[in-house]
Every structure is written in structure tokens, then in C-alpha cells.
């Protein structure tokens, strides 16, 4: 294919409001990595009209440069004449998808991925092996052979920030409803999540206790499914389309007053279905409906307001530092009410990195697809993160999380990454939790 096809191209009028100024290129990973013209937003949206009006082809070549986009959206942040590549890479995504023929083990990888990580129906009976092969050392022996690497730098980097199953994985959720303590404040949804309700589930549990005692009855529906966000950020449009239904409508019957996401990234998608769904006449006012629905648990309770009492955590001031995720800082706009939320915890003391606003290469499931940008970009942020002497990291994203825990561990550091959640969990309690949250 030499060019976009009609479905939905990247819209000209969208790419002629770049004027190639490039403030963007100094905030772009990728191109801080690369140090590529065509591996910028810059260079990018350069391509779509290339490929647009026909002068460039859409190629492997040419997509190549596509995927090297964490879609970490600070370019976003940064552009002074407001070009939405947000739009333009997203629409640009499901073009590549369609129309350029990608290898044979790109494709089972890939295949693999969308097939197995967004359905925890499908991913749960496979934590039976899992388990066994991290308890019996097996995992020692395969890091160590690097047999791997050799094999698939995907797959290696895939086992590489695979965490410990935990027990919790293994049991099926949480009541329907779990009521407020008090009076009741709001009638909330809550949003489990695919990787999170498995290897994160003391994060869900963090975050049902948080809002339960700040006067929410939590609704959890049991029919609900991924998110989308995984399909979304890589250009499976039909897929990522689907799960945005089931989701509406795992949620239509709950009367909730808001729908509570406790992941940055699915936060974001969340708050997309408007625009996922766009063109389907039966879902775009559901769709729409929904998302002005939804909130990330640290926006919302930064709203409505901390109504419990909170306690110290530590018998010494804990140096916290907190680490912004991409989807969180620069699609949802939420940087300041994390930090609030954090700061209302006795005897905390709140830590800032520098180069705070650079992606941890985790991106969705970009590090499993684009592992040597990756590798360099978790280095870069759990070096950053270490220099504040922090001796914990407060992270709101499961993959930024894995990301993150993956690289301390390769330079051998013991520090907790935690969700603000479970910190806010911890000083309602009052309890000093350190000992049992060791990484």
C-alpha cells in the first residue's frame, strides 16, 4: 500500500497546524534516544503528509518510525501551537495495522499480546505455571542462560518485568458492592483493570478501602472486561472498539455518580470512548455518557475531598518521591492532586526528580515491542528517581510500576514502588507498613 487507505486517514487540516517549530523534539523519547528527525512528533506528522499526498509511501520503512512513538503524549504538553498528535498518532496507528505487512514472529508476538494480556480470563489459568517456574528457580536459570535474548528480544523482555505471582491472583475479585463507612458520600464504579486485578490486586484492594472510608458505596460489576487501552495505543481498532462496548455495558444498570480508575493509562482511554466510538450510531451517546463519568481515583478524591482522619506511616519522616505517568501528566492533565493527596499524610515528606515529565519506556506494551528504546528510557527514570534519595516510589500505573521494578532490581535496589493508593490505605489505618512492602 502506497499511501493511507479511506478509513479515518490522519486529517491535513490536524497536520498543517504544526509549523515545525520543534519544541517537541527535546520532550520526545523516542528522539531523545534515536536522536532521529523522523522518530520525533516532528518528523512523524512530516511522514503522515508525505504519505498523505502520496509523495512518501506507506512502508515498513516509513512504519517503522510510527512505532518508535511511545504515544507518551508530551509533545503534546510542550507544542505552543497546540497540534493534536494525540489525534494524528492514533489515527495513524490502525493505518499501519491494516495496510503494512509486518514479519512472521511480529505478528505471532503481537498476536500473542492482544490475545492473552487484556483478557485476565484467559491470562489467570496461566499463573499456575508461572508461579511454579519463579518458585522452583527456573526463572534464575533462564536470566541467566540468556537464552532468551537469543531466542526473542520480545519475549525476554516480556519475562524480564514479569513480577511475583501473588496470592491474591488466584481468588475471583470482590463483592458486587462494598458499602461506605458513614454517611454515605457518592455511589461509585470502580474499574479493576487487566494486569492490575492479577499481579496488582493490593492496589485495587488500597483503593476500595480509601473510597469506602471516605464515604463511597463501591459498585464492581463482575461482566466488566478490559478497558481498552492496550488495543487502543497500538491501532487494533476493532478490538479496542468491542471492549469499549462490553465496558458501557457492564456498566449501564449501576446508577453510579462516577466511574473510579485507579491506572493512568486506562484512565485515559476511559476517557476516550466518545472519540473510540464516534462513528457507531447505537454507542456514541453511551459512550459519551460514560466517559464524563469517569475519574482517576486521585482526581476524585482531591475533589471531593479527604474526609477520614490520616495518621503517620512511619516513626521518621518518609522521603516519598512520586513519579508521573505519561497518560496521567499529559492526557488526563492530573499532576498536582497526586502530590496534594500525598502531602495530607503525616511525617511524609514529598521528593521531585528532575526530567519528571520523561516516559519510563513502559508506554503500554511498548516495551515489550520496542525493548532497546525501552531499556534505555527505564534507566534514565530509575536513575532520576534514585538521586532524590527517596526510600519509596510512588507510581499510579501498573506497567510504569513493572517498568520501574524491572530496572531497580538490575541495580540491585531495594526500594517499595507503590500506588498512592496504598499509601493513603496505609495511613488511614496508621499502620507502619515498610516491613511488609519491601521490593
Not at 492473552?116 to 508461579?131: I, M, N, T, V
Not at 523482555?157 to 514479569?162: D, G, N, S, V, Y
Not at 466488566?224 to 487502543?232: E, F, M, R, T
Request: proline share 7%; net charge neutral; hydrophobic share 40%.
Amino acid at each position: 500500500m502506497d499511501s493511507f487507505d479511506s478509513q479515518s486517514p490522519p486529517d491535513p487540516q490536524l497536520i498543517d497546524t504544526c509549523v515545525h517549530c520543534g519544541f517537541c523534539l527535546a520532550t520526545c523519547p523516542s528522539y531523545r534516544v534515536l536522536g532521529s528527525e523522523m522518530d520525533s512528533p516532528r518528523g512523524r506528522i512530516y511522514l503522515m503528509d508525505g504519505v498523505n499526498e502520496g509523495k512518501i509511501p506507506l512502508s515498513a520503512t516509513t512504519a517503522t518510525h510510527f512505532d518508535s512513538c511511545l504515544g507518551c503524549l508530551a509533545c503534546v504538553s510542550t507544542c505552543p501551537s497546540g497540534v493534536k498528535y494525540d489525534q494524528l498518532i492514533t489515527a495513524t496507528r490502525p493505518q499501519v495495522e491494516r495496510n503494512v505487512p509486518r514479519s512472521v514472529s511480529d505478528r505471532l508476538f503481537r498476536a500473542l499480546i492482544f490475545n492473552l494480556l487484556p483478557y485476565p480470563g484467559r491470562l489467570r489459568p496461566l499463573l499456575y505455571p508461572l508461579a511454579v517456574y519463579q518458585k522452583l528457580g527456573v526463572r534464575k536459570l533462564i536470566r541467566a542462560s540468556k537464552v532468551l535474548d537469543k531466542l526473542s528480544p520480545s519475549l525476554a523482555a516480556m519475562e524480564a518485568i514479569l513480577p511475583d505471582v501473588p496470592a491474591t491472583a488466584f481468588h475471583h475479585g470482590f463483592a458486587d458492592v462494598i458499602p461506605a463507612q458513614g454517611t454515605r458520600r457518592f455511589r461509585v464504579g470502580m474499574i479493576l483493570g487487566c494486569v492490575q486485578r492479577l499481579f496488582f490486586d493490593r492496589v485495587n484492594q488500597a483503593t476500595v478501602n480509601v473510597l469506602s472510608a471516605n464515604g463511597c458505596e463501591v459498585v464492581i460489576p463482575k461482566s466488566q472486561g478490559c478497558c481498552a487501552a492496550l488495543p487502543q495505543h497500538q491501532g487494533q481498532e476493532e478490538q479496542a472498539q468491542e471492549m469499549a462496548r462490553q465496558m458501557i455495558d457492564s456498566f449501564a444498570q449501576s446508577q453510579v455518580d462516577y466511574v473510579i480508575i485507579n491506572a493512568a493509562g486506562c484512565g485515559h482511554t476511559l476517557k476516550e470512548y466518545g472519540h473510540i466510538l464516534a462513528k457507531d450510531p447505537n454507542y456514541r451517546a453511551k459512550a459519551e455518557a460514560f466517559a464524563s463519568k469517569v475519574r482517576d481515583v486521585q482526581e476524585f478524591l482531591w475533589a471531593v475531598g479527604v474526609v477520614t482522619p490520616l495518621k503517620p506511616i512511619s516513626e521518621t519522616p518518609l522521603n516519598v518521591v512520586y513519579q508521573d505517568a505519561c497518560h496521567l501528566l499529559h492526557g488526563q492533565r492530573i499532576s498536582l492532586q497526586p502530590r496534594q493527596l500525598l502531602a495530607l499524610i503525616p511525617n511524609l515528606k514529598l521528593s521531585e526528580p528532575i526530567d519528571a515529565a520523561l516516559c519510563c519506556g513502559s508506554a503500554g506494551v511498548y516495551n515489550l515491542l520496542q525493548p532497546e528504546i525501552a531499556e534505555e528510557l527505564g534507566r534514565q527514570k530509575v536513575d532520576n528517581l534514585l538521586a532524590t534519595g527517596a526510600t519509596v516510589i510512588a507510581s499510579p500505573n501498573p506497567g510504569c510500576a513493572l517498568q520501574i521494578q524491572k530496572h531497580l532490581g538490575l541495580q540491585s535496589k531495594q526500594v517499595p514502588v507503590l500506588h498512592p493508593m496504598e499509601l493513603l490505605d496505609a495511613a488511614i489505618r496508621g499502620e507502619y507498613f515498610l516491613a511488609d512492602h519491601q521490593a
